[in-house]
């Protein structure tokens, strides 16, 4: 506690510090152009409470920033809080414009703050009063302590690109005599934090990418490993993620689906720069995407699973760096790319029954060429498994593959594909906010009111990815772990506030953990496994493994996480590792 007083002590000496160094001079000279007026919208904050204390100062510090050269007058942030008071933005950008021409600001500022792995980042969006497309910049905050250099960083990108005029760099640090002087070693142990297993943000050697370091996977055995980066904040609620060869341009693209609409974004750095956007009938909400190059034309197709409350409506789509082309649309399916033993990716798809969301049977879809679907030969499966329930692993190593799935109670089960259970974890897994059945799908809140007693739902579990990822020849499984006691205990509440991904293996007689992840504030929407590749670890030497890219909707403090308007993506390295003689 003395720790994170003493920190804040010196947060605020810091910035009152430099405040009293960037407050402009003086007016404005006779004859200059007329100064545009900005106003500053209170951040929020994406975390569990231990950053709150920054957002007055992060608001005062980014309009000083900006006022700092000639040009540049601020909205009063009494005025613009009266202004909230009476009609707040509801999340349009229309509602944005008529607040900054309500405010008679050229600009408005909205933004939002991160805390992440014991960093954070910092989001803004700026509006301008006459319209138009709103500008977004992104800015990192290695940990606590840089939360003012990354605001300054941000002002500097602001005034340039949106404000026409080159900001000064910032100033000066303070004589060493002013500094407060740095904690001693013993009283920097991570044990003294609010959460003892914070990681360090640092950079991916030459490629100045934010990357947390430190421990990202909590192992049982002592295994070095690398870190992970963290995009931008997106102005969505995420509901389906896969990342695949898309324009077939040899690159990995990352595709998310929020509930109508369908994103393709290509990667910069740790930065999304998204090229390309379809939307789907606002009635049928996504509940599922998957990547796959079904068709084998070098470019892997975007299959669109989404239904109603009466049945599914699907759709796929292809993209060629350029624009969507439509493969089929409004199907009758439930749809998957599914890998089955020997065989390859083929696409899988469920009907609806006549009295439940999804009829028994599992097929193979083929297109008949005219924008439809042939139902071809069932899938081998027990008629208890649903089409999202389930992949193909032969984790026990005895040459025969197993179905592992999770069910609706979020158990992770292996069995036999003759339907034998072969084990049942005792913990819970998967736990999603997505589902099938209800009273209104389009309306994908975590909490439906409406619901009557005996209304039935189908959850659609989270995706389990497949990789041998320890070296013993058998592969590995990898999945969400969505952390909530209430969902589990009231199964129409569906409440995530926090999550991890754990790796597991098979030790002979069932599932045992490789690693998990450090804990995340919000809730993992999916996950995806990329190809092996050679990695750059933090050594800056090619480290053998594959990239994990995990989906979260950032907690908010309401319930219905679906409908919250930010997530992120984090990626994390996985590297190859040897099992030690424990795990075996």
Do not use: C
Not at 360 to 382: C, E, F, N, S, V
């Amino acid at each position: 506690m003395s720790n994170r007083i003493g920190f804040l002590s010196r947060l605020s000496s810091g910035l009152l510090l430099v405040l009293a160094l960037l407050l402009p001079a003086g007016a404005h000279a006779a004859g200059e152009a007329k100064p545009a007026r900005v106003a500053v919208l209170p951040f929020t904050v994406n975390a569990s409470g231990q950053m709150d204390y920054l957002v007055k100062g992060i608001r005062v510090m980014l309009g000083s920033r900006l006022t700092a050269g000639d040009g540049v007058l601020l909205v009063e942030p009494a005025d613009v809080d009266k202004a909230l008071s009476e009609a707040a933005p509801k999340g349009r950008q229309d509602d944005y414009f008529a607040l900054a021409r309500r405010l008679g600001a050229d600009y408005l500022i909205s933004g939002s703050l991160t805390a992440m792995g014991g960093g954070a980042s910092l989001d803004a969006t700026v509006f301008a009063a006459k319209g138009g497309q709103p500008q977004r910049f992104f800015a990192t905050a290695a940990k606590e302590n840089d939360v003012i250099p990354a605001v300054d960083e941000l002002a500097r990108d602001i005034g340039a690109k949106v404000l026409g005029q080159k900001v000064a760099n910032p100033a000066a640090p303070a004589p060493a005599g002013n500094v407060a002087p740095a904690m001693p070693a013993a009283e920097q142990s991570p044990y003294t934090t609010a959460h003892p297993d914070k990681l360090l943000l640092g950079t991916v050697p030459g490629q100045g990418m934010p990357y947390y370091q430190g421990s990202p996977f909590i192992r049982p055995e002592s295994i070095a490993s690398s870190g992970f980066t963290k995009s931008q904040n997106l102005s969505f609620g995420l509901r389906a993620m896969a990342v695949g060869d898309v324009d077939g341009d040899g690159q990995l693209e990352v595709v998310m689906a929020e509930a109508n609409k369908v994103h393709i974004y290509r990667r910069d750095q740790n930065r999304l720069v998204q090229v390309g956007e379809a939307s789907t009938p606002a009635r049928y909400v996504i509940h599922y995407i998957s990547v796959a190059d079904v068709n084998k034309n070098g470019r892997a197709e975007i299959y669109v699973s989404a239904a109603d409350t009466h049945g599914p409506r699907s759709l796929a789509l292809e993209w060629d760096g350029k624009q969507f082309a439509q493969i089929f649309k409004d199907q009758p399916w439930y749809i998957r790319a599914v890998k089955l033993p020997g065989r390859g990716e083929v696409l899988a798809g469920q009907a609806a029954g006549m009295n439940d969301f999804m009829a028994p049977g599992i097929y193979q879809l083929t297109t008949d060429g005219h924008g439809g679907l042939t139902k071809g030969t069932a899938l081998d499966l027990p008629n208890t498994v649903n089409l999202f329930d389930f992949t193909y692993a032969d984790v026990n190593g005895d040459g025969k593959d197993e179905l592992v799935m999770i069910d609706q109670e979020d158990h992770l089960v292996v069995m036999s594909q003759g339907g034998k259970r072969l084990w049942t974890s005792d913990d819970n897994y998967g736990g999603t906010i997505r589902y099938l059945g209800g009273t209104d799908t389009a309306k994908p809140g975590a909490l439906d009111e409406s619901l009557e007693v005996g209304d039935k739902r189908y959850y659609v579990p989270g995706r389990i990815a497949v990789r041998d990822i320890n070296g013993d020849g058998k592969p590995d499984l990898i999945v969400i772990k969505n952390l909530s006691t209430a969902s589990r205990l009231l199964s129409k509440i569906r409440y995530f506030p926090s999550s991890e991904v754990h790796a597991l293996t098979w030790n002979g007689i069932g599932m045992t953990e490789l690693w998990h992840t450090n804990k995340i504030d919000g809730y993992i929407a999916d996950l995806q496994l990329g190809p092996d590749m050679s990695l750059q670890g933090p050594d800056g030497k090619p480290t053998p493994g594959a990239q994990l890219f995990v989906g979260v909707v950032l907690r908010k403090g309401e319930l219905d996480l679906l409908s919250s308007s930010e997530s992120t993506v984090l990626t994390y390295q996985v590297p190859e590792v040897k099992q030690t003689a424990a795990a075996k």
